[in-house]
């Protein structure tokens, strides 16, 4: 069995893309400039993270015009809902571990 830090998930080490996750878990989807005021962070900071979580398919994005407005959206899926559940997880066990 891993011990808690090996559990770990590297993906999640940016506090930009923990904060994105910990915002999917809780909404159904979110745009792009709802998570730049959230995290307060610049537009290429968070498609840069973005683009890393789609890689893992830890999130879908979704582009589309709203009237003649372009609109990006992103949502958590199943096997990124998993591995960021399994990362807290592993983060709680470290703790209690240190107490």
Not at 36 to 58: F, P
Not at 86 to 95: F, G, M, S, Y
Request: hydrophobic share 40%; charged share 25%; aromatic share 6%.
């Amino acid at each position: 069995m891993k011990n808690s830090i090996e559990a770990l998930n590297k993906a999640f080490e940016s506090r930009v893309r923990l904060g994105i996750m910990s915002i999917l878990m809780v909404a159904e989807s979110v745009d792009f400039g709802t998570l730049k005021a959230e995290l307060k962070i610049t537009d290429g900071n968070i498609a840069s993270h973005i683009s890393a979580l789609e890689k893992l398919e830890y999130i879908n994005v979704k582009k589309q015009f709203i009237g003649k407005k372009p609109n990006t959206t992103y949502t958590i899926t199943a096997k990124g809902r998993k591995a960021f559940t399994l990362h807290i997880h592993a983060l709680e066990k470290l703790i209690n571990q240190t107490l």
